[in-house]
């Protein structure tokens, strides 16, 4: 069970009416044991990958075609230039390749997420944006 806890003056307290569904499930007078993090922003995650679409659009034909169209092994492409992937060794090829990290809610809090987004957005800006500015970027980011 997960709940999203406000913590007040009073104690940690339900956040939305699911979450207060959830803990009345809990029985009174009995220990339970509680891991403690804070939720990742949703916000901030639907920015993350408005950033890689909005990018996604900047890239030529050429570019795309190089990505076999596929957007998803474009973000990842991404996510490995930015150092977020672990070693494995490929038999197939028999070398070590690099392989991205889940960038899910579960596997990153928020401030490893932040330092995704930024690293990200350094290789987007040094290698596919050279010549766009920031904020004429961030202007078209709106629309995503």
């Not at 916000?43 to 957007?71: D, P």
């Not at 060794?89 to 070398?95: N, P």
């Not at 690099?98 to 899910?104: A, E, G, N, R």
């Amino acid at each position: 069970m997960k709940l999203n806890l406000l913590n007040t003056a009073r104690g940690l307290v339900p956040m939305y009416d699911a979450d207060h569904d959830e803990k009345k499930k809990l029985k009174i007078g009995e220990v339970y044991q509680a891991e403690i993090k804070q939720p990742r922003n949703i916000r901030f995650h639907n920015l993350y990958f408005a950033l890689i679409n909005c990018t996604w659009e900047y890239l030529n034909e050429k570019q795309v075609e190089f990505f076999h169209g596929n957007k998803e092994v474009f973000r990842k492409s991404l996510e490995v230039a930015a150092g977020h992937c672990d070693k494995v060794f490929s038999f197939r090829l028999k070398e070590w390749v690099d392989v991205p990290k889940s960038v899910s809610f579960s596997s990153m809090d928020e401030h490893e997420f932040r330092d995704l987004y930024d690293r990200v957005k350094d290789v987007i800006f040094s290698t596919i944006l050279r010549g766009i500015s920031e904020s004429e970027f961030e202007k078209n980011l709106i629309n995503f």
